[in-house]
């Protein structure tokens, strides 16, 4: 199995910065990507950001030029850092992983437990 353990969350003012962390563990051949995704209340879980192993990052519209992903492969970790927040960045965040157990063989498609970032206005 593989476990997918997240941290950083918290409380911060508009305008604030927090930085999210994600390490991954387990039966892990190689990462293809990890991303992080967050679900705010009454809406659906929409993508953040993604990065590849190769480092080839993917940014949605609405945190462009303010949250950058960065990623350890030595450490099987992801980093979100966020700044300039605003309110509606509020939401729970989860970090995915795309991976492989084996040399050759599928993909699987893992979750975080999600964590918390409430942006006070």
């Known amino acids: 199995q593989v476990q997918l353990v997240e941290s950083g969350g918290g409380v911060v003012q508009a305008g604030g910065s927090l930085r999210l962390s994600c390490a991954a563990s387990?039966?892990?051949?190689?990462?293809?990507?990890m991303g992080w995704y967050r679900q705010a209340p009454g809406k659906q879980r929409e993508l953040v950001a993604t990065?590849?192993?190769?480092?080839?990052?993917n940014y949605a519209d609405s945190v462009k030029g303010r949250f950058t992903i960065s990623g350890d492969n030595a450490k099987n970790t992801v980093y979100l850092q966020m700044s300039s927040l605003k309110p509606d960045d509020t939401a729970v965040y989860y970090c995915?992983?795309?991976?492989?157990?084996?040399?050759?063989?599928?993909?699987?498609?893992?979750w975080g437990q999600g964590t918390q970032v409430t942006v006070s206005s």
């Open positions: 995915k992983a795309i991976i492989t157990r084996h040399q050759v063989g599928p993909q699987y498609s893992y």
């Open positions: 387990g039966s892990i051949f190689s990462i293809i990507a």
């Open positions: 990065i590849t192993s190769g480092g080839n990052t």
